[in-house]
């Protein structure tokens, strides 16, 4: 079961999370040949969305390293939106939410550059 946890971006800015997998039966999952994906869009149904980076630097101390790069932020309009991270491999087949949430995109009267 994924943790929830709500974030908050500032428009234009860099973002980046460090998340510890737990084992289902406690301690920290071994991530070993596990690959992240995670994403952000304005709801679940939307058809568009920004993609975080997820890299696990890690794996076997369970860590999960999110960046969403300042470019990639500047692309969100403020508000608020849902987010989720999902680690999987292909053998055996296995996808797993890790965390999900509310993001709150801050306003920025910078505008990049």
């Given at each position: 079961m994924a943790i929830y946890s709500d974030i908050t971006i500032d428009r234009g800015s860099s973002y980046s999370e460090t998340i510890v997998v737990s084992a289902p039966a406690g301690g920290v999952m071994?991530?070993?040949g596990y690959t992240g994906r995670g994403k952000i869009r304005k709801s679940y149904a939307s058809t568009t969305s920004v993609d975080f980076t997820v890299t696990i630097p890690t794996p076997a101390n369970g860590e999960i390293l999110i960046v969403l790069?300042?470019?990639n932020s500047l692309t969100l309009k403020a508000g608020r939106?849902?987010?989720d991270i999902e680690i999987f491999r292909a053998s055996p087949a296995e996808v797993f939410?890790?965390?999900e949430g509310q993001v709150e995109v801050t306003p920025s009267v910078v505008q990049g550059g």
């Open positions: 071994n991530l070993t790069t300042a470019v939106y849902v987010y939410r890790v965390i």
